[in-house]
């Protein structure tokens, strides 16, 4: 299948800082990418869904101007975690939709990464 | 809104043992069901799928059947391996097309140990 590369896999930074977490699709062309946050011993929470060239849409409750997402290309896209908090501290996966897979698709997802803000 | 429940874990069980892991959905219209697998330290990976109501998808020796009249979606394997050992996730994906993708919606997930 796909490969959906997410870096770093893990990072820990101070509280107030920002943290950036790469998503990239190596092999396909990913018009939308979608990020999630998981808590232990519970699902994984969309935030935000990404098309490539557009402003991504945030779930209700998810904080636009502390997640911010990018995804300039059919690639990449970024998750950057503003004026980090220790409440903060997760799991986020990405996940991305090929471009030419029809209405409904397969999501490949990337590793995850485990930001604790300390 | 859609929602999805499954059992609760860990569920700890021999190698070759059976095994079900129960998944139960709410969704408006016809949405497709799957089962993601989540390996220590890796991503989620797509086991299998299902598209309508009656369809059975099947992967590795795991296989899960589209309810409809129950709303179910069970996984379940003949013979587990100690290499099975993973967390699975049951979700559900909304048919319509929304910008560009559609939304997952991920039950709580299962962790699955299979000791010799």
């Known amino acids: 299948g796909a490969v959906v590369s997410q870096h770093p896999s893990r990072v820990i930074c101070k509280s107030g800082t920002s943290v950036k977490i790469e998503c990239r699709s190596l092999d396909f062309q990913a018009t939308t990418m979608f990020w999630y946050r998981q808590f232990p011993k519970q699902s994984l929470m969309l935030m935000a869904t990404?098309?490539?060239?557009?402003?991504?849409?945030?779930e209700q409750g998810v904080e636009k101007d502390k997640f911010l997402i990018n995804h300039a290309s059919l690639t990449l896209s970024t998750l950057t975690v503003t004026s980090a908090h220790p409440e903060d501290s997760s799991f986020y996966i990405c996940?991305?939709?090929?471009?030419?897979?029809?209405?409904?698709?397969?999501?490949?997802f990337g590793q995850g990464t485990r930001l604790t803000v300390v | 809104g859609n929602s999805v429940t499954q059992m609760e874990g860990p569920v700890t069980l021999s190698e070759e043992a059976f095994l079900t892991i129960n998944c139960t959905y709410t969704?408006?219209?016809?949405?497709?069901l799957f089962w993601y697998v989540q390996y220590p330290g890796e991503g989620l990976q797509l086991l299998l799928k299902?598209?309508?109501?009656?369809d059975k998808g099947s992967n590795k020796g795991f296989e899960a059947t589209y309810r409809k009249e129950t709303t179910s979606f069970h996984l379940e394997k003949g013979s587990v391996q100690v290499s099975d050992s993973a967390v699975y996730f049951c979700?559900?994906?909304?048919?319509?097309?929304?910008?560009?993708?559609?939304?997952?919606?991920f039950g709580t997930g299962t962790q699955l140990k299979v000791e010799l």
């Open positions: 979700a559900l994906s909304d048919q319509r097309l929304t910008g560009g993708g559609n939304k997952l919606t």
């Open positions: 996940s991305a939709r090929d471009l030419g897979t029809g209405v409904w698709t397969e999501a490949f």
């Open positions: 990404s098309n490539e060239g557009s402003k991504a849409t945030y």
């Open positions: 969704a408006t219209g016809y949405p497709s």
């Open positions: 299902a598209t309508k109501a009656d």
